[in-house]
């Protein structure tokens, strides 16, 4: 039997997706400009799609990866309105350490070993989830919303 997450539940609601007003090349270009402004990284983009990460450090022992999805397709058949879908997901990775031993023969004086030690530390994935706040949603999306209306390729 499949698992699913704890909030999969397939509503009508619109959290992560909007309508608007524009061809949906502007509206992946105004989310593209509103991931720029908020200090994303942009890792792919195309006329209707845009993808950007973000990376943020809580504390010396963690680590955070935001990577945004944003894709906008026609929603009517002028193709002058835009239906853009958002998904963000979070990755988490704390420090862990890790020993490294080895050990040294030395021939001469016959079967005596002395253990080496040696230690190293590494970022480990521990979780990892889509976010799920509203609130995270709705000022992306209002952010998209200044961008379009302030954008000269909204006269195109």
Do not use: W
Request: proline share 5%; charged share 20%.
């Amino acid at each position: 039997m499949p698992h699913y997450g704890p909030q999969e539940n397939f509503a009508s609601v619109a959290t992560y997706s909007r309508l608007f007003d524009a061809p949906p090349k502007h509206t992946c270009e105004a989310a593209r400009r509103a991931l720029l402004s908020q200090g994303y990284l942009i890792q792919g983009a195309a006329p209707e799609q845009v993808e950007g990460t973000k990376h943020f450090q809580p504390d010396a022992e963690s680590h955070l990866q935001v990577m945004i999805r944003v894709v906008c397709v026609p929603e009517a058949a002028s193709g002058h309105i835009s239906l853009g879908f958002v998904t963000a997901v979070q990755d988490r990775f704390t420090l862990k350490k890790v020993s490294n031993s080895a050990s040294l023969g030395v021939g001469a004086i016959g079967s005596v070993s002395l253990p080496m030690t040696a230690g190293s530390e590494a970022m480990i994935k521990v979780g990892s989830e889509t976010i799920a706040e509203a609130a995270f949603y709705d000022s992306f999306f209002d952010l998209v919303r200044r961008f379009l209306a302030t954008g000269d390729f909204a006269q195109e």
